[in-house]
Nanobody, 121 residues
Framework: QVQLVESGGGLVQAGGSLRLSCAAS????????MAWYRQAPGKERELVAS???????NYADSVKGRFTISRDNSKNAVYLQMNSLKPEDTAVYYC???????????????WGQGTQVTVSS
């Protein structure tokens, strides 16, 4: 089985910074994509940032220039550095991965449990 464990959420004032971490563990052969999504109350879940195994990144327009996604392949971990936070960044942030399990060929999607980020004005 595969698990994603997130950490780093919390309460911060507008203009502040937070760093989210997510580590994948279990029977993992390779990870193609690691990403962060978020879901605010009453809104749909949206992509915040993604990072492929080849190093390609994609960011939501609303976070470009403020958030940075990175990964540590040796730890199967992904990070989201969030700077200049705004109240509209308040949401539950979910780690997401597309991976291949050990001994298999198919790719699977896994989600973390979510971590709350609250930005006060």
């Amino acid at each position: 089985q595969v698990q994603l464990v997130e950490s780093g959420g919390g309460l911060v004032q507008a203009g502040g910074s937070l760093r989210l971490s997510c580590a994948a563990s279990g029977s993992i052969f390779s990870i193609s994509v690691m990403a962060w999504y978020r879901q605010a109350p009453g809104k749909e879940r949206e992509l915040v940032a993604s990072l492929t195994s080849g190093g390609s990144t994609n960011y939501a327009d609303s976070v470009k220039g403020r958030f940075t996604i990175s990964r540590d392949n040796s730890k199967n971990a992904v990070y989201l550095q969030m700077n200049s936070l705004k109240p509209e960044d308040t949401a539950v942030y979910y780690c997401h991965t597309l991976l291949t399990k050990t001994g298999g060929r198919s790719q699977y999607i896994y989600w973390g449990q979510g971590t709350q980020v609250t930005v006060s004005s």
